[in-house]
């Protein structure tokens, strides 16, 4: 093999492996049975039947030693656990907020913020939907509108902050409906569906500003804020000598509340919590948590769960661990496009998104064609991804019709700390043999399809 001498010098993950868990690899034959059998979801597979896992990097980190050592320290008390007392600080110390309400995931702190917040007739503004995050603003009777800036929609547009706010669009709602119809505004940093895309400080700020002068607030989906305070750091005007950290509770001070999925940002495998401002809002927030996930000191964990978080917040900010985190999502993504595969750009914090439309134009939109790629993809290697396009973003409450989302693609998501450069060759290696046999690919029909978040549970046959 010829090694051409390097440009830049690397830079290596930040650990070294102590525990291995083995990897299964399947023979074609055996895929093609698995892939049919999951009505060709790759939701629906068995992980004992998948290779490398690329479907989500949601719980499917690892953990430190550091993090495994906390668990042996869980309290498990039904109440005043010291683990809560603890993420407490750590939430307060790194997020900036006051009041602290843990829950099981990241859904179920969006359920008591949308149950709160809103009534039926409300709108709720956001950059980007996500699906959970609408389902529970829709069932509390709100309906969703998108004010993310035109460029999130075009995979080929290099704006560095596709996950800005349009504050035209944000303006125009509140001219066309009133603020109060709008309980809030949802900011998500980075936007999952437009690829992972950063909002910038910049435009943050000017949404509080503009959200201030009509008197709504401004709720954030701090999921995966560390990611974006990184992309702030490398990408914005005056932010290159500061701190993740420091730029992350700046990001949070422009907002009032937020919701968080403990796990993507926070390498643990369960939780969330939502994180208050207001006394008030977080009283009632404290007393809704008891009947839909635990006493407010635990919220659906055991202390354990609240320990592996609150460690994992002292090393989600830390800067070699970060440059490798999000360097490896950006190997992965420059390999496939050196092969001039076309994926969405810039190549975003969590994942590397194929671009299903481009890559399979034969196939129109209502045949599904990323969820025939990442099919197809997983049929090949045994790779499995997730579709985010037409399937995931479902149909319109009022008139029943699918969306129609610019965006299809396959989601390669990567879990933290979890695989090495050379699954991310083999990834690429199998993508790019897919996308040479492209023109053989067929769309597929929906044969099976759930009320809620129809994604998870769809099922679909080959046309
Ligand atoms: C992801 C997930 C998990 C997931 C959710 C829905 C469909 C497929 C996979 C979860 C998020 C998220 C953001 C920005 C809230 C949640 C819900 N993401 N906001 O990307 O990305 O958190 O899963 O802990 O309930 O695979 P939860």
């Not at 790759?42 to 050592?69: C, H, K, P």
């Not at 569906?193 to 909002?199: H, L, N, R, T, V």
């Not at 948590?289 to 000191?297: N, P, S, W, Y």
């Not at 790019?432 to 067929?442: D, G, P, S, T």
Request: aromatic content about 8%.
């Amino acid at each position: 093999m010829k090694h051409t001498k390097p440009t830049r010098r690397s830079w290596a993950e930040p650990f070294k492996i102590k525990v291995v868990e083995p990897l299964r690899t399947t023979t074609r034959q055996h895929r093609m049975k698995a892939i049919k059998e999951a009505g060709y979801n790759t939701f629906l597979l068995r992980s004992e039947d998948v290779y490398i896992d690329l479907l989500t990097d949601s719980g499917t980190n690892a953990m430190s030693d550091y993090q495994w050592a906390g668990m042996m320290l869980g309290d498990e008390a039904y109440a005043g656990s010291r683990n809560f007392y603890y993420l407490e600080s750590n939430m307060r110390k790194f997020y900036g907020y006051k009041y602290l309400v843990p829950t099981h995931q990241g859904r179920g702190a969006e359920h008591i913020i949308s149950q709160l917040l809103i009534k039926p007739g409300d709108f709720i503004p956001g950059n980007m939907y996500f699906t959970t995050t609408r389902e529970h603003q829709e069932r509390a009777g709100g309906t969703f509108v998108d004010i993310i800036i035109d460029e999130a929609h075009d995979p080929e547009s290099l704006h560095p902050f596709k996950g800005n706010v349009d504050l035209q669009k944000l303006e125009a709602l509140i001219k066309k409906v009133g603020a109060k119809k709008i309980p809030y505004v949802s900011v998500a940093a980075t936007v999952n569906m437009a690829g992972g895309q950063p909002i910038s400080m910049e435009n943050m700020r000017a949404v509080r500003k503009l959200a201030d002068k009509h008197g709504i607030r401004v709720i954030l989906d701090a999921t995966r804020a560390v990611e974006n305070a990184y992309f702030i750091k490398l990408r914005e005007k005056g932010y290159a000598r500061k701190s993740v950290a420091a730029i992350l509770k700046e990001l949070c001070s422009c907002t009032d509340a937020a919701t968080m999925s403990g796990k993507k940002d926070l390498l643990v495998n369960i939780g969330g919590f939502l994180a208050i401002n207001d006394a008030k809002l977080y009283d009632e927030a404290r007393n809704m948590v008891v009947v839909f996930e635990g006493l407010h000191t635990y919220g659906g964990l055991a202390g354990r769960d609240m320990e592996a978080m609150a460690r994992g917040m002292e090393e989600m900010v830390k800067a070699d661990y970060l440059r490798a985190r999000i360097g490896q999502v950006e190997y992965l993504g420059e390999k496939l496009l050196d092969w001039s595969i076309p994926i969405v750009k810039p190549i975003g914090g969590h994942a590397v998104f194929l671009d299903a439309k481009k890559i399979l134009e034969h196939i129109p939109q209502d045949r599904f064609p990323a969820q025939a790629l990442a099919a197809e993809i997983y049929l090949d290697s045994g790779v499995r991804t997730m579709e985010r396009g037409i399937v995931s973003a479902g149909r319109d409450s009022a008139t029943g019709a699918h969306h129609h989302p610019s965006l299809e693609l396959v989601r390669v998501t990567i879990p933290r700390r979890v695989y090495t450069q050379a699954h991310m060759d083999v990834t690429a290696e199998s993508i790019l043999a897919v996308y040479e046999n492209r023109k053989k690919v067929r769309g597929l029909k929906m044969v099976y399809e759930p009320k809620y978040l129809r994604f998870f549970q769809a099922q679909f046959e080959k046309i």
